[in-house]
């Protein structure tokens, strides 16, 4: 699954607020009070958008609680992390994770140099 810059930044700022427990309700305007602290300023209605994108790709599930909506992850950041290597090695590698492994060790060392 691809997402992109923002998104992953709002993932990981919900990942990081719910890392504590897991259960919490998690609104809007919670992510966009952490990214700010965080030093990312994004409007409430981005950051709406962004989290209403993330629910139709099946990433966040959205509900309401009263009057307000919050949001609870359907995966976790390790399914996530998983997911997108998955996707690299298939795209680039034939599924071959040992390909894929010698270049990343090939990519830190020429990183290191």
């Known amino acids: 699954m691809v ?48 989290m209403d994108r993330l629910t139709v790709k099946a990433i966040l599930v959205r509900y309401k609680s009263g009057k307000k909506f919050f949001y609870k992850a359907a995966m976790t950041k390790e399914e996530m992390a998983q997911e997108a290597v998955k ?5 680039f590698f034939n599924g071959n994770y040992a390909e894929l492994i010698k270049f990343t060790e090939n990519m830190s060392q020429n990183v290191m140099v």
Do not use: H, P
């Open 3 to 50: 997402c992109g810059k923002l998104e992953i930044e709002i993932l990981n700022s919900f990942w990081s607020l719910t890392s504590q427990d897991e259960d919490r309700d998690v609104s809007i305007q919670d992510i966009v009070d952490d990214l700010s602290a965080s030093g990312v300023e994004r409007a409430y209605t981005t950051i709406k958008t962004v």
């Open 87 to 91: 996707t690299i090695s298939e795209q």
